[in-house]
């Protein structure tokens, strides 16, 4: 069993950056594809970005492309969000995933492909 831990949201002006960190424990980081997603007050949780298990592969919303970067560090088990460029829209709790895979290069964006989720980190963006 994964567990994940999120940490780095807060509370950042419009155009500001932020980034987001994702512990995991329990489990070898290889063959873990991992993703981030977001809920918004009043809205569905939705994709925002994801990275394969070999880090070689990454996916993005239209509404983050070009603005946030999905890495990982194999050997600190860790997961990051580096969010540019922050919008008022880009306010939400912003919850890690991980899901097991056998493909080395496949990305995630379905909600339902993961299989361990964090507990959430609020970032708010001011105008």
């Known amino acids: 069993q994964v567990q994940l831990v999120e940490s780095g949201g807060g509370l950042v002006q419009v155009g500001g950056s932020l980034r987001l960190s994702c512990a995991a424990s329990?489990?070898?980081?290889?063959?873990?594809?991992m993703g981030w997603f977001r809920q918004g007050s009043g809205k569905e949780r939705e994709f925002a970005a994801a990275?394969?298990?070999?880090?070689?592969?990454?996916e993005y919303a239209a509404s983050v492309k070009g603005r946030f970067t999905i890495s990982g560090d194999i050997a600190k088990n860790t997961v990051y969000l580096q969010m540019n460029s922050l919008k008022p829209e880009d306010t939400a709790v912003y919850y890690c995933?991980?899901?097991?895979?056998?493909?080395?290069?496949?990305?995630?964006?379905?909600?339902?492909?993961?299989?361990?989720w964090g507990q959430g980190t609020q970032v708010t963006v001011s105008s």
């Open positions: 329990g489990r070898t980081f290889r063959n873990l594809a």
């Open positions: 995933a991980a899901g097991s895979t056998y493909y080395s290069d496949y990305v995630q964006t379905d909600p339902d492909e993961y299989d361990a």
């Open positions: 990275i394969s298990s070999s880090g070689g592969r990454t």
